[in-house]
Nanobody
Framework: EVQLQASGGGLVQAGGSLRLSCAGS????????IRWFRQAPGEEREGVSC????????YYADSVKGRSTISIDNAKNTVYLQMNSLKPEDTGVYYCAAVPDCSSWPVGKFWGKGTQVTVSS
């Protein structure tokens, strides 16, 4: 059974940091890129970062570039998203997903459950 679980969210003041984790199981982790998405209240889900499958290149949305770092621990089948200098507009539910490549949209079972990030001003 494919499972992806995001964790590490919480309530933090503006300027603070959080490290989100995405643990995967039930599929060959190395064969997939891992994307992070977020969804703010009343907004559409948007991609914020991705680490590719084969060469593990990293990509960031402009909204988080320079403030975030995506990394992977292959031994633990876990991807991390370190977020620094958090802003209130970073508030939302953060999801991770496994995709064939960083331009793909996840399908069904390859979406993980989200973790809430709330940044207070």
């Amino acid at each position: 059974e494919v499972q992806l679980q995001a964790s590490g969210g919480g309530l933090v003041q503006a300027g603070g940091s959080l490290r989100l984790s995405c643990a995967g199981s039930g599929f060959t982790f190395d064969d997939y890129a891992i994307r992070w998405f977020r969804q703010a209240p009343g907004e559409e889900r948007e991609g914020v970062s991705c680490i590719s499958d084969s060469d593990r290149n990293t990509y960031y949305a402009d909204s988080v570039k320079g403030r975030s770092t995506i990394s992977i621990d292959n031994a633990k089948n876990t991807v991390y998203l370190q977020m620094n200098s958090l802003k209130p507009e970073d508030t939302g539910v953060y999801y991770c997903a496994a995709v064939p490549d960083c331009s793909s949209w996840p399908v069904g079972k390859f979406w993980g459950k989200g973790t809430q990030v709330t940044v207070s001003s």
